[in-house]
């Protein structure tokens, strides 16, 4: 069965401070790769994904991952944060079946605390 | 073209009474997810439906769940006879197809 990782419950940083997020996956195939945010009370939002092709996979808000199949990582960065940046991060592994369903195994989440 | 919808966005039930949380997907969309999120963790899924059929419930549990998506109207996920346990946030995703998913606000139930 496959698993993710998230090793930072919170992660506080400064203002234009970089931040990475790290995430670790198990899985015994081919994996696609996600990060969701979710604001306070909202739903989650799709930052970005990894399908196949590049490892370094650019997202909205100005965020990137890089796939590292040999670590089996999924880091998330920005190289400086907003204030608007605070939110909880979850980064998700498919596991796609023979039925072709997108069931997304989710970690827990980190907490992203930016601070001016 | 709007999101999917969830509603309502919160929910208050008393113990033992029943919850029906419903979900509009987005338009075009036939493939249906719910997602339950407990205090402190991340979502997990609950259970895969399109139109009319249930795909995959691996995640259900086996007693006083169930989920429907008819062929007119909303999905439905209802939750019978209510424990404090059911306490969480329940989210509706939608997508076309095995693409990503596209997620609502989510339902907040609390049960007192």
């Known amino acids: 069965a496959q698993s993710v990782t998230q090793l930072d419950s919170q992660v506080p940083v400064f203002e234009e401070a970089p931040v990475e997020l790290r995430c670790n996956y198990s899985?015994?195939?081919?994996?696609?790769l996600f990060w969701y945010v979710q604001y306070p009370n909202q739903g989650l939002q799709l930052l970005l994904k990894y399908l196949s092709g590049s490892t370094l996979v650019k997202g909205i808000n100005g965020f990137e991952a890089e796939f590292n199949k040999s670590q089996t990582s999924f880091h998330l960065r920005k190289p400086s944060v907003h204030i608007s940046d605070t939110a909880e991060y979850f980064c998700?592994?498919?596991?796609?079946?023979?039925?072709?369903?997108?069931?997304?195994?989710f970690g827990k989440g980190t907490k992203l605390t930016v601070n001016p | 073209n709007a999101g999917v919808m969830q509603n309502p966005r919160h929910l208050v039930r008393r113990r033992g009474q029943e919850a029906r949380l419903r979900c509009s997907p987005m338009k075009g969309h036939s493939h249906v997810y719910w997602y339950r999120q407990l205090p402190e963790e991340g979502l997990k899924f609950m259970v895969y439906?399109?139109?009319?059929?249930?795909?995959?419930e691996s995640g259900m549990p086996k007693e006083r769940f169930s989920a429907e998506f008819p062929k007119e109207g909303p999905s439905i996920l209802r939750i019978q006879q209510v424990v404090r346990g059911d306490s969480a946030a329940y989210f509706c995703?939608?997508?076309?197809?095995?693409?990503?998913?596209?997620f609502g606000a989510g339902t907040r139930l609390s049960v007192l």
């Open positions: 998700a592994v498919s596991d796609l079946d023979k039925g072709g369903s997108e069931k997304l195994v």
């Open positions: 995703a939608s997508s076309p197809g095995p693409t990503h998913l596209h």
């Open positions: 899985s015994s195939v081919s994996v696609y």
């Open positions: 439906l399109q139109k009319e059929n249930i795909i995959d």
